[in-house]
């Protein structure tokens, strides 16, 4: 078999590869003992057979990882080789190790440039990943000390190559893996000449790793998102209104949905129960229906086991004032809030609609969510300081009468998915309601927006609906392809941020006392601003009622260390 054909294959190391396993190390480690004895491979082999790793080229060994358990808080500090193996060259592997020890990197002098090594570092990723693993340590050497002792201390050697300014054999290729220094280590093996004895101390944490503890009550890591592009239409009761609402959490909870999401405002319908020439009048008629809304939603959630996003609604406070606020119905039976934040000129203009203080990140039992309703996407502090608390999944819930309204919500949704590399769902509402002052016209095309990397569509759109039509749509959300991207991504933007040119931090929002809020409750709606103010998200208005669909059915010395080696 020549290079320039190879028959390579990635397994695991066994007892008779010792042979050719011994030749290897003789060839790569003749400055430092050469290879380990027979019955050091064998025990190692026997106690941790997934962890010893070989590439064959059609039968011939030509590169091998070793590696071991140890316990973590033991090895993530500096330490010697020593403490690796026993007098009698018996490696030292805990059964019970949370971390992944890396020995040996080791590849044939012929094959190498053909990146070997990086397999198998992945490799051994995969497998810190699958056993659920702290993390991989090591003790790299650093051979290429030895030139440059004279001139620079090991702190500075180690800068030097991290800056690239110099080339170490081993370390710029962990370096290159994804691995940080820690530590320099002295004394780890004074018998090791090229290093002078020097060691890094290396680690690479699995960004996946769920305590034992808490596995069972961990987060899953993945969740499905069903959504409602909600058609407005003529309703004679509130009692029609909930009978079209559960009858879509019904459908989405069929579908074993984690989520069921509904527009901005869906049961502004409703308006059309009471008199139109009053704008102020109507909407607060239309605040009289949230707590029965509430009540029989958060009963739904319970009853269908499905976490709701109720869109939004409008609430009178304890002030007087009027806020569009967003509910999350936990299937759990617990209430959540989000008011919107920036209101809109039309909101203010024409039903005095007040902006909100709070922001909060919430935690469900299938991820954690953030909401923005609608106009308060489009500002993308909001989305940063969601991010700063974590946050998995951002909800939208929007209502806009035009495409280039629309488009505003889209766009901004979607760059709040990339630069805080989390999932974005945006759900509105569709058709045309004329019978309704301010509902007569509406646009949206829902969908679901993922990060912009490999682990996810080329045009980062995970689902969307058909334009202006009613309809249901689902997207599956993986969060450890969160996770990953956010640390290993082609760009990690959360990672990436210059917070020593920048920074944001939220202001805590004073209370007004009673005597503030009696002079508030006398607000007039003159006080609204100019219409010279450009609005992003007006409300839009519903479609003409349509027949209810029927529900579909339920469906030691002398010898080498047992450090990291890149040949």
Known sequence: MTLEDPHLQLRHLKKKDYTQLKHLMDKVYDDIGGAWPEHTINKLVRDFPEGQIAIADDGKLVGVALSLLVNYATFSEPHKYSALIDEGYFIRHNTKGDALYGLDVLIDPEYRGHRLGRRLYEARKELCRAMNLRAIVAGGRIPGYQEHAAELKPTEYLEQVARRELHDPILSFQLANDFQVKRLMRGYLPEDDKSLGYATLLEWNNILFEPEANLIESSRMEARVGAVQWQMREFDSVEAVLQQVEYFVDALSDYQSDFAVFPELFNAPLMGLTDQSDSL???????????????????????????????????????????????????????????????????????????????????????????????????????????????????????????????????????????????????????????????????????????????FPHDAVLNETTPNTEMIFFSDLDFARLKIVRNEGSVTNLKDRRLDLFSLKRRMHKKKTPAALSAASTHAASSAPSDAASASTQPVSPKPARKKKKAAPRRKKKHHPLTDHKQ
């Open 281 to 455: 009048q109507a909407i607060r008629f239309l605040a009289t229906f949230t707590e029965v809304f509430k009540t029989e939603l958060l009963r739904m959630a319970v009853s269908y086991n499905i976490n709701i996003i109720a869109g939004s609604m409008i609430e009178e406070g304890e002030d007087g004032r009027l806020y569009n606020v967003a509910y999350l119905l936990r299937r759990d039976g617990t209430l959540e809030r989000q008011t919107k934040l920036h209101i809109t000129p039309q909101e203010k203009r024409d039903w005095v609609i007040e902006g909100g203080h709070d922001l909060q990140v919430f935690q469900t039992d299938a991820g954690r969510i953030g909401m923005l309703i609608c106009y308060d996407v489009e500002f993308p502090e909001l989305g940063r300081l969601l991010a700063d608390e974590d946050m998995d999944i951002l909800f939208v819930p929007f209502w806009t009468d035009t495409k280039n309204g629309y488009l505003r919500v889209r766009h901004c949704a979607q760059a709040r998915a990339v630069e805080n590399e989390c999932y974005v769902v945006i759900c509105g509402s569709v058709g045309n309601l004329p019978s309704i002052e301010s509902l007569d016209i509406q646009y949206a095309q829902s969908a679901v927006f993922s990060p912009s990397d490999f682990a």
